[in-house]
């Protein structure tokens, strides 16, 4: 099943793990609202970052 339009991590060949981050909150909301309409139950988000408190600025956008 190829991803929702506009999510990344997918390449033009449909490939997961290729694209640009996301970076913006609502971008990154809409994606995880979007594999949740897709019927996802499931769904691994890694953070770059070194700030432990991404985890709890990620979580807050996703509940």
Do not use: F, K, N, S
Not at 37 to 58: M, N, W
């Amino acid at each position: 099943m190829p991803p929702p339009p506009g999510c990344r991590g997918w390449g033009p060949d449909g490939r997961p793990g290729r694209g640009a981050p996301l970076t913006d909150p609502a971008e990154i909301a809409g994606t995880v609202a979007a594999y949740r309409d897709l019927g996802a139950d499931e769904l691994v988000l890694y953070c770059y970052g070194d700030d432990p408190a991404q985890v709890e600025a990620l979580a807050d956008l996703i509940r």
